[in-house]
């Protein structure tokens, strides 16, 4: 994966190249500009529903362009360092405290504060979009990481298909429980084992379940060797030698991390809930476990901003709070299944026809988005020291926690 630090162009303090958003009033502007916006491929279909909604029902155009997802970081940096981002960028929440620090976003923090429901925002989404008190980034789709559970593998496992594992002992024991049926190419779980960003998202909720913390507060120092990640270490360790892990689990790199159960292939799983809609059969839905119980979630998803090249910035903060008004985030997100980034607007009309939206809605609140410079490096790249520790204690069986534990810090301080 491409590193995160650009070229000199990015330098923080890059003046916009154009009006900025504040000249545009509380609404912006809609005078029939064109805008460019980039997204990952990831988040396609929620990005689409807004452009598209966006553009039927305003003067401005925006221009989406989907990029792929291993390609995006590369492609952000080089038009970066060239001056050619668009008008309008999003990026995956746990890079933007980077990009922000390096200028890659105009500072809207005096639109933002203009927002009357300002205090409703997913407050993990805009503090990663934070420096020096000004903020540069609104959430543009979260993503929620979830406990997924297969209703019917439930049922063939003498399992209730109505109740959710209440801690990670039980999760696991559903999971052993489901792969004593034998059923032919049915797993109890699965993982994505050689995949840092995935476990990221699937397993800090279980430690913040359990009481412990991954990070100090100033994302400088990693807590992934204290007794609670341990505990989620072990268990995971012991439902691999069980055989109630997918096999695969072991070498996936991501990009089919979630497929065998969407395939109704496994029993239970950690599952982003941007894919309920897409899920072709009754599935349950509820927050991560901890070791002994609890519930949370990795408050995932990107942020999006104005691009320190756009010459367009009163219109692009028209997209934007249009993007965070009661029509965009209830009439297109909530309606698609989608969570909602107000939380004033979370039992709306659409969550309430669907327990599972209420529910996913309610378990943002007790989530949490970790924030540092180097997450990239520490966490999601390939053979990341997170990698290193969550194998050497899964699959190898082998290593010292401390001191694996201790080159990721190493990294984040960096």
Sequence with gaps: MATLTLGVAACAGDEPAGPSAADAGPNGVDDGTELTMWTRAPLEKQAKLLVDAYNASHQNTVKLTVVPNDDYVAKVGAAAGSGSLPDLFAADIVYVPNWVKQGLFQ?????????????????????????????????????????????????????????????????????????????AGVYGTAAGLNCGGCLVFTWFPSIWAGGGQVLGADGTESKLADDTAQQVYRTWQDLWKSGAVLPASAGETGPTWTAAFTEGKVGLMFYPATLLSSTPFDVGVAGIPGPGGGASTFVGGDGIGVSKDSKKAPQAWNFLSWMMSEDAQVEVLAKNKDVVSRADLANNRYAVQDPRLVTINDVAGKGDTPVALNFQQAFNAPNSPWLTLVRNQVLNGSGDPQKDNAEITAVLRQ
């Design 107 to 183: 500072d809207i923090s005096g639109n933002i504060n203009g927002l009357a429901f300002k205090d409703s925002i997913n407050k993990g989404h805009l503090s990663a979009g934070k420096l020096d008190g000004k903020e540069h980034v609104l959430p543009f789709v979260l993503d929620l990481s979830m406990l997924f559970w297969n209703k019917q593998l439930f049922r063939d496992a003498g399992l209730d298909p109505e109740k959710a594992p209440a801690t990670l002992e039980e999760y696991a024991a559903a999971a052993k429980a489901i792969q004593a049926t034998k059923k």
